[in-house]
């Protein structure tokens, strides 16, 4: 009887001493890292694909399939690095360029496409972000 009161007593101990770690709520998942492709031509951009979910990061690669040299724009890039959400970057033909984005808001991200230099968009869409 004895070493029954004292296996139990020994039961519960462990159980209040475990029990904090299994009160706590699982609130956060694992972020989502996926990869965009973005297949640049001299008059057209295709993405696939043109969404993601908030809190993703979000590997984008870049190639430029055309005969000249392209601007992509991708989101707010006017405001500075570390204040802005999106980048832009200028690729040669035929070179391929990848870029890491933490996607932290919901929202579009509007994006271009652009010969340095010039003023008129060759192309442009949107990506969502849900």
């Excluded at 139990?8 to 101990?13: G, I, P, Q, S, T």
């Excluded at 965009?36 to 430029?64: C, E, Y």
């Amino acid at each position: 009887m004895r070493r029954r009161r004292l296996v139990a007593l020994a039961f519960l101990a462990s159980l209040v001493i475990a029990a904090p770690g299994f009160a706590r709520p699982e609130t956060t998942n694992s972020p989502a890292i996926f990869t965009v492709k973005v297949t640049m031509k001299d008059a057209s951009v295709a993405m696939r694909p043109n969404h993601g979910a908030r809190g993703s990061t979000v590997t984008f690669i870049l190639t430029n399939r055309g005969t000249k040299k392209h601007t992509f724009t991708l989101g707010d890039v006017k405001r500075g690095p570390g204040l802005s959400t999106g980048f832009a970057r200028t690729l040669a033909p035929d070179q391929q360029l990848t870029v890491v984005l933490f996607l932290d808001y919901r929202g579009v991200l509007r994006y271009s496409l652009r010969s340095p230099g010039s003023t008129t968009i060759a192309a442009k869409g949107a990506f969502t972000i849900t």
